[in-house]
């Protein structure tokens, strides 16, 4: 697998449930997301801009994706708002097609133009790592099946790790996202149903 199909396969919308443990703290937030992943294809004129941007040759680039999310918090205020949405473009190595630069208009920790480095591991899991100014990050995505995609993230600053993050994430069938319309949180039976991992079906739409 190679980190433009990890994107195919992460394609539609997602119900994100997460737990955050703030270490310094000693306590844990739980929070939920809806996400919508989109892929772009190479000719999209958002991977020239982004790949622009972090002036690197667009014809390296093989593709990538937005991602726009809705997020809740535990410890959120009232009037506090996590919504939003960035671009990534992958940018393979040249002799690796599994690791190479994920380039984004804005990162996830810092509101600013970053670029990661990603790699496909042995397991088929994508490992991001990002090195920002005053924090770093490492993420590792992967599928229990197709409809069901985990993620651990570790952020560390200022010498010391900060925060430790897990998420299960659902694909919302049609039927999910006809329901989600109408009550803010689907009904379990209508998420995608979990399948054997060891040959996931081709995704032949969209894009995590």
């Known amino acids: 697998m190679d980190a433009m199909k990890f994107f195919e396969m992460s394609s539609g919308k997602w119900v994100s449930q997460r737990t955050t443990h703030h270490l310094a703290f000693r306590r844990s937030e739980t929070g939920e997301s809806a996400i919508q992943v989109e892929?772009?294809?190479?000719?999209?004129?958002?991977?020239?801009?982004?790949?622009?941007?972090?002036?690197?040759?667009?014809?390296?680039?093989?593709?990538?994706?937005?991602?726009?999310?809705?997020?809740?918090?535990?410890?959120d205020k009232?009037?506090?708002?996590?919504?939003?949405s960035?671009?990534?473009?992958?940018?393979?190595?040249?002799?690796?097609?599994?690791?190479?630069?994920?380039?984004?208009?804005?990162?996830?920790?810092e509101t600013v133009p970053v670029a990661g480095h990603y790699i496909i591991?042995?397991?088929?899991?994508?490992?991001?790592?990002?090195?920002?100014?005053?924090?770093?990050?490492?993420?590792?995505f992967w599928f229990a099946g197709p409809g069901v995609r985990l993620r651990t993230s570790t952020v560390?600053?200022?010498?010391?790790?900060?925060?430790?993050?897990?998420?299960?994430?659902?694909?919302?069938?049609?039927?999910?996202?006809?329901a989600a319309?109408?009550?803010?949180?689907p009904d379990p039976e209508l998420v995608a149903p979990?399948?054997?991992?060891?040959?996931p079906p081709e995704f032949v739409s969209l894009f995590s």
């Open 39 to 75: 892929t772009l294809s190479v000719d999209h004129p958002k991977v020239l801009e982004i790949c622009t941007l972090h002036n690197v040759d667009p014809q390296t680039a093989v593709g990538g994706a937005i991602v726009t999310w809705q997020s809740s918090m535990g410890w």
């Open 78 to 84: 009232e009037d506090e708002n996590h919504a939003g």
């Open 86 to 109: 960035t671009v990534f473009v992958l940018v393979p190595n040249a002799d690796n097609e599994r690791e190479g630069l994920l380039l984004r208009e804005r990162g996830y920790a």
């Open 121 to 140: 591991d042995d397991e088929d899991g994508l490992v991001l790592t990002t090195e920002y100014e005053t924090m770093s990050s490492v993420e590792r």
């Open 156 to 178: 560390k600053r200022f010498g010391g790790f900060s925060t430790a993050t897990f998420c299960t994430e659902f694909r919302l069938t049609d039927a999910a996202i006809a």
């Open 181 to 185: 319309e109408e009550e803010p949180t």
């Open 194 to 199: 979990l399948q054997p991992v060891a040959n």
